[in-house]
């Protein structure tokens, strides 16, 4: 698979561009403030756009679908319970495909109504659920940190530890991890009860 991670704008977000080696079809990942980074990444390599996957209908994530599906003819995909203009809509478990690519859908709740991750070659990307050593913030509006606990306990950890974790913003120690890495050394996916998690999620 053909991968770009860029950080993209002033709040550190992670854009991401994924291709298809065998028909060059390309999605770029959280198009963020300004995708023409990612653009120019896919054209350099001979790729299309074909596909925008949202993580979150979070504006530093999604502000540039509409700019980037115009120029290129891309689709719009996010989770029906998204507030982002869609072309396709996803659900939890849901395959969709880049080229030959099968990309699946988690989603994952808890920062958002509409938080994905997706699943693809050996790599997830996760949004603002999970970031290296910590994640999203569960104090916004439409967040719940019950469901916080649920996608990352019941989800999250039940992933194979040797996925690479892609994350949504560069707010850790490095750029990249794993789901094992996460699991040995991130503080918020310690072993705790629903109701231990609530208390942490709560202190300063």
């Keep these: 698979m053909f991968l770009e991670q860029r950080l993209i704008g002033s709040m550190a977000n992670f854009g991401y561009v994924i291709g298809d080696p065998a028909t060059k079809s390309a999605g770029v990942i959280d198009p963020s403030f300004d995708a023409r980074a990612l653009q120019k990444a896919a054209q350099e390599n001979g ?18 679908n509409e700019r980037l599906a115009d120029e290129t003819g891309a689709k719009i995909a996010a989770h029906r319970l998204s507030a982002v203009r869609k072309d396709v809509v996803l659900e939890d478990g ?52 019950e469901d916080m606990y649920d996608s990352l306990f019941h989800k999250v950890r039940k992933m194979d530890d040797d996925l690479v974790v892609c994350p949504g913003h560069h707010y850790g120690k490095t750029p990249l991890s794993t789901i094992g890495e996460e699991k040995r050394t991130n503080y918020t996916l310690q072993p705790r009860s629903r109701d231990e998690f609530k208390r942490f999620m709560a202190s300063p």
Excluded: M, W
């Design 47 to 64: 790729y299309s756009i074909d596909l925008i996957l949202n993580t979150h209908h979070h504006p530093d994530h999604v502000f540039d």
């Design 94 to 145: 849901q395959i969709v495909k880049v080229g030959e690519l099968r990309v699946k859908v988690v989603h994952t709740p808890g920062h958002s109504p509409d938080s994905c991750c997706y699943i693809v070659a050996g790599r997830v990307f996760t949004g603002d659920c999970l970031f290296v050593g910590d994640c999203g913030r569960v104090d916004l509006p439409g967040s719940s940190v």
